[in-house]
């Protein structure tokens, strides 16, 4: 097995961060396959928005849905601190620029610390949109040669470029969301369902074997 496993995801995606346990157990139980994260804009940009009760109340009611498909715990402090706060928009795009930079300079780190950020918001309850906070995350995981990266031109570039190759697959694919997961091998690609992923960490490594 050889395989390269697209990951189609927004760092805000309360989804993204229920099927992360398939990742762990994918990294622990094969080293054959590669994991490429490709961010998609889903929550940032023309996708970002203001929060407030009533999509605070909508958010918390999927977010208490994945737990319990999942098991991922999403904290009161989360509650609290993150969607009753109507000041701290709902925008994934640093923490997405963020994660392009771990790309850009340590790559294999790019998914630790995507889950650090998730971490970060759904569990810790800290506001992942703000600078300071994932520069902490940054220098905790050792990745000081990103935090050096944030304000570069050469950053935004490779930014916009992730968005469009992670787009034009979704276009590609007609994937109506995030997490979309897309297998390449041998010249062959194929879009996964995700549908068993949340309640069973190890569905996933057996569907990539099954191709």
């Not at 701290?88 to 790309?103: G, K």
């Not at 703000?130 to 995350?137: S, Y």
């Not at 220098?139 to 570069?152: I, R």
Request: aromatic share 8%; hydrophobic share 40%.
């Amino acid at each position: 097995m050889n395989i390269t496993l697209n990951y189609l995801f927004d760092p805000l995606c309360g989804w993204c961060y229920g099927i992360s346990p398939a990742f762990s157990a994918l990294a622990n139980a094969s080293e054959q396959v590669h994991i490429k994260l490709l961010p998609t804009g889903l929550f940032s940009g023309a996708g970002s928005r203001a929060m407030n009760e009533e999509f605070a109340a909508f958010a918390w009611s999927n977010d208490q849905r994945i737990a319990s498909l999942t098991g991922q715990p999403f904290s009161e402090q989360y509650r609290h601190s993150v969607l009753a706060d109507h000041q701290q928009r709902f925008d994934s795009s640093l923490p997405t620029i963020v994660l392009t930079a771990v790309a850009l300079t340590q790559p294999e780190k790019e998914l630790e610390m995507l889950k650090a950020i998730q971490k970060l918001r759904y569990v810790e309850g800290r506001n992942v949109t703000d600078r300071a906070t994932l520069e902490q995350a940054l220098h905790t995981l050792e990745l000081s040669d990103a935090v050096a990266l944030l304000d570069s031109p050469e950053l935004h570039k490779a930014n916009q470029q992730r968005l469009e190759q992670a787009q034009n697959l979704m276009q590609e694919f007609a994937a109506r969301g995030v997490p979309s997961l897309i297998a390449e091998s041998k010249g062959r690609r194929v879009q996964l369902s995700t549908a068993d992923f949340y309640a069973d960490s190890q569905a996933l490594l057996r569907q990539l074997k099954a191709l």
